[in-house]
């Protein structure tokens, strides 16, 4: 059966589960390192991390420094986005903080892929090349467009979009290539872009989880011809829902602008009428803005705290047998939304990719399998079956659109073996986090019994 625990279900679940009863017991001392004749958790031995995690499974954390500013927002009345106030302020910042000449906030990551679409002329009919592996609303913003999202194939070694895979998805119908950071990692963007340049085909950077995320110097937002993100309240900069859209064209971003306001041009988009586009309402709130306003300094440490203690896991990590952290591109930095891990079976006795999750988890140490082939899901089988899509592309197409899925042979390899431990792990002390690699250990050294015990 396939998995189906997502990261939002899995965070969700958490909450209510045995797992949490876990994570919430109250901290105790941690096991010799090396007691390795212990039972693991799931067998009745004593959890490896008996302690919590940091703000896990309750993020986002409210700090009560930032009621001030909150409580003002509410009593002033001004509620929507308006002109000026924390909006403006916030997409200031934002841009500011990622080196891109302009942001604009949207009511979600999904909208701002939606305003990318429309903007860089993704139509009905047109195909646009995605990365697999990522979460849903990436297939869906595509759909919206009743656009088919064609996917390249994911590189196991990075869990992001192989660029060698994207020439053979091209048709005559192919508009944008939309690669994702996933959990922060930056794709490969300089051969993605040289593909793109040579069929002139937009860029749409899919960096809804990749804030201050950096490939060769520069950050993820600024790589392509727009980009888009999340805050989410799962996200490391949360505001409950809010996204944004950057990018370094003034006439991209204005006309942005409109299609997330009603339509309305910008005072500075001149020689347009008023009304020139067709439009939405995908505005932030001012409640957002400056719930977003209060975290971009602890954005910035605990992205900077993230990044230590995953490079010192991945050291410790990387010396087990059976267990390959993720490659990033030559001279990159990830901001690790999640921290994922390649698990090979084979070097623990069989033991299946679910039960290992599930002995790491009794081990205190969160865990979820996160993607799993979605594009089997009903959802893409429903759009190509609908009356839209069969007006817009021959059976011929959709069929052998449909056929392309097996071919995923990269995707479906890092979704049937991916681990992901959630971010509020890479906040936690180094002592806490040398759990993580002794209760892999502690699996692998019983991963015979436990494989048994699972028969
Ligand atoms: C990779 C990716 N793309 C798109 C989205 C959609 O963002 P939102 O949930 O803000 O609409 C998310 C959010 O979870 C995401 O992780």
Redesign the pocket.
Known sequence: MKNKFTR?RFVRKATTGSVAMTWLGSRQAPMAFGQKTANPALLGGAPVHRGGWPNWPNWPNWLEAWKPAVINVLRSGKWWCGRGGHVAEFETEYAKLLGAKRCLATA????A?QVSLHVMDVDAGDEVIVSPY??V??YNAILNCKALPVFADTDPATLTMDPTSIESRITERTRAILP?H?FGMPCDMDPINAIAGKHNFAVIE?A??AWLAEYKGRKCGTLGDLA?F???N??HIPAG???AVTGNSDDLLDRCHAFHNIGLATDSFKGEKQFFTRSCNYRMLQFQAVILMQQIDKLVREMARRRENADYLGVQLKQIPGIQPARLPENSQAVW?LYPLRYDAKQFNGLARDKFLQALNAEGIPCSSVYHEQYFDGLLDEAIQSRGFKRLFSVERLKAYRESFQELKGNQQVCATTVAIPQNLLLAERQDLDHIAEAVRRIQTHSGMLAKGAE
């Open positions: 939002r979600s990551g999904t909208t892929l990522t979460f609303a990436t994702v996933i899919d809804c989880q888009c999340s805050f989410q799962s996200k829902g809010g996204g939304h």
